[in-house]
């Protein structure tokens, strides 16, 4: 009850040390906005209307200009369809002789393709002799028109036409030698939908966009504020075709000038900024000043690393709270640094031990038996080489009491066992890619890539074919801010056992017992955050690809 009584006290008292001043300078603000909110509504009403007319008459030249374009290209589309060639063609092919036929043909393409080249708002044009099951474009033959016959009928009978995302003009070329007139050739004008609404959308500005339709039907619309308050839209409507543009101008872009503003608003303005300076100033010592001290002083000791510091008086007014707050948090964080990650740091001490004790008996038991059967054969160079190979290996994982490496000793002395397991068994590939210099000297834990060999050398080999050799393969993934290292091996597994230890790793602190690539993911974490560690997948060579995360 008490404290809550205190909280009351604190909070009354910076309402007073604030309100009066911020009551003042809310009010005088609140007239100056609505006084500017007046003159400015007065003034961009008249700006609007000037801005939407001038909209207006650009859009209605561009869309007369498009109109005229348009007209052009239809008038070289009728000159086509009434050319001599298309006539005989059409009522005489079967009379023609081939070369006639074929050379004929070729000039109509290519009076096509001129078109198309002449016209950038052209985009296909189509010419189909419907008596003799032709169809031509300005690429040579096709096998259908762009409209279905229903359409085709449909087009022929309207200015434009207009079918999905695409605009055509269509013409057709009649037989009324007989009662019933017959369709000699039927061509289709594409125009480009893209190259129209390209060129309508010259007029927009930020937050405008264009809608381009022909009758009632949208063919483009582009991205837009929705209609409401502040946005305008004009519309203007061809005379010969029936396209129409609609441009969507707005928000409002006008304001109320300096100028115009000043002699309306001089006063408030300037109350509001004496107000205003007062305001600063008072802020400034009651306010900032004492937080710039807190954080020159506590949050720099913070940074530093010294977390033993607490604010040594708390002060009362505002801060009083925040600095008690900050010596609670440095009480805990405190606590977290010496108990938490001390403790994760003996666990990791203790997963390395335990790691080093769990090296394989078996490979030293093997590893020496191999060393005795060269020294037997005389194979002297094998031998020496053989015992320096084991004095650096045992005195790598045996001598070093430190707990991290550089990456380069860690490499040199996984690749020591691997050159130890290749004189056991020479039947061995490996495919070693050199380690990258710019990443030889980061830190790493100690024993992190040998053991994922062991583990290839002691569970790959069982799955290989009879008589099948084991192949290794390492290389490097250098980002900016990580390493990855990627082991592969073509000893066959199933994709459940791969499932299963991708699912041990996702879950390690559920497991009763961490060994192999298990510990290895876990001290990564424990080094380097959750973001590190092991993942497992289906390798390119059929076998398993174990993936090793180091964070730069």
């Known amino acids: 009850m008490g404290e809550k009584q205190s909280s009351g006290k604190r909070l009354t008292k910076l309402q007073r040390t604030f309100l009066p001043v911020f009551t003042m300078l809310m009010v005088v603000l609140l007239i100056s906005i609505v006084a500017m909110l007046v003159a400015n509504n007065a003034y961009v009403t008249g700006k609007n209307d000037i801005y939407v007319l001038e909209k207006q008459e650009k859009l209605n030249q561009m869309l007369e200009s498009l109109e005229t374009e348009i007209q052009i290209a239809e008038q070289q589309q009728l000159k086509l369809l009434s050319d001599s060639k298309v006539s005989r063609i059409a009522y005489s092919r079967n009379e023609m002789d081939p070369y006639n036929y074929y050379s004929q043909t070729l000039e109509i393409v290519d009076r096509m393709k001129e078109i198309a080249d002449d016209f950038q708002i052209v985009k296909n044009i189509f010419l189909d002799f419907e008596t003799i099951g032709v169809r031509l474009s300005q690429n040579g033959l096709i096998q259908r028109l762009p409209l279905s016959e229903a359409?085709?009928?449909?087009?022929?009978?309207?200015?434009?036409?207009?079918?999905?995302?695409?605009?055509?003009?269509?013409?057709?070329?009649?037989?009324?030698?007989?009662?019933?007139?017959?369709?000699?050739?039927?061509?289709?004008?594409?125009?480009?939908?893209?190259?129209?609404?390209?060129?309508?959308?010259?007029?927009?500005?930020?937050?405008?966009?264009?809608?381009?339709?022909?009758?009632?039907?949208?063919?483009?619309?582009?991205?837009?504020?929705?209609?409401?308050?502040?946005?305008?839209?004009?519309?203007?409507?061809?005379?010969?075709?029936?396209?129409k543009i609609t441009l969507q101008a707005g928000p409002t872009r006008y304001r109320l000038s300096t100028d115009e503003l000043l002699t309306a608003a001089c006063i408030g303005v300037g109350v509001t900024c004496l107000l205003a300076g007062a305001f600063i100033l008072y802020s400034y010592f009651r306010l900032y000043r004492p937080l710039e001290l807190l954080l020159d002083e506590a949050f720099q000791h913070l940074e530093k690393g010294e977390l033993s510091y607490r604010i040594p008086s708390v002060r009362s007014g505002p801060y009083e709270e925040i600095y008690r707050t900050f010596n609670t948090a440095m009480d805990r964080l405190e606590y977290l640094m010496d108990h938490v990650y001390r403790q994760k740091l003996l666990i990791s001490e203790m997963q390395l031990k335990h790691l080093q004790a769990q090296i394989n008996p078996h490979f030293m038991y093997n590893t020496y038996y191999t060393l005795y059967r060269q020294i037997q054969d005389e194979h002297w160079d094998n031998s020496r080489q053989l015992a320096r190979l084991l004095g650096d290996f045992y005195q790598y994982i045996t001598r070093s009491s430190s707990m991290e490496k550089t990456l380069r000793d860690e490499v040199r002395h996984t690749l020591t066992y691997v050159e130890i397991q290749t004189m056991r068994f020479p039947d061995t590939i490996q495919e070693i890619e050199p380690l990258p210099e710019d990443v030889a000297s980061m830190v790493v834990p100690q024993l992190i890539m040998q053991p994922v060999f062991e583990n290839v050398f002691q569970h790959a080999r069982d799955n290989l074919h009879p008589g099948e050799p084991l192949h290794l393969i390492m290389r490097y993934q250098i980002d900016e801010d990580s390493v990855r290292v990627y082991v592969e091996n073509n000893g066959a597994l199933s994709d459940d056992t791969i499932q299963r230890l991708q699912n041990a790793l996702e879950h390690v602190d559920d497991q009763e017992e961490i060994t192999g690539l298990l510990n290895i993911h876990k001290r990564l974490q424990l080094f380097y955050g959750e973001g590190a560690g092991l993942t497992v997948s289906r390798s390119k060579l059929d076998g398993l690809c174990v993936r090793m995360l180091l964070i730069r």
């Not at 264009?210 to 039907?217: E, F, K, R, W």
């Open 151 to 243: 359409a085709e009928s449909q087009a022929s009978q309207q200015e434009m036409y207009a079918s999905g995302d695409q605009l055509f003009i269509v013409r057709t070329l009649m037989d009324y030698q007989n009662s019933e007139p017959d369709k000699l050739c039927t061509m289709v004008l594409e125009l480009n939908v893209d190259v129209l609404y390209e060129r309508c959308s010259y007029l927009c500005q930020e937050n405008e966009s264009v809608v381009l339709a022909v009758g009632d039907y949208p063919l483009r619309k582009g991205p837009g504020e929705s209609a409401g308050e502040g946005v305008y839209l004009v519309t203007s409507q061809a005379a010969r075709y029936p396209m």
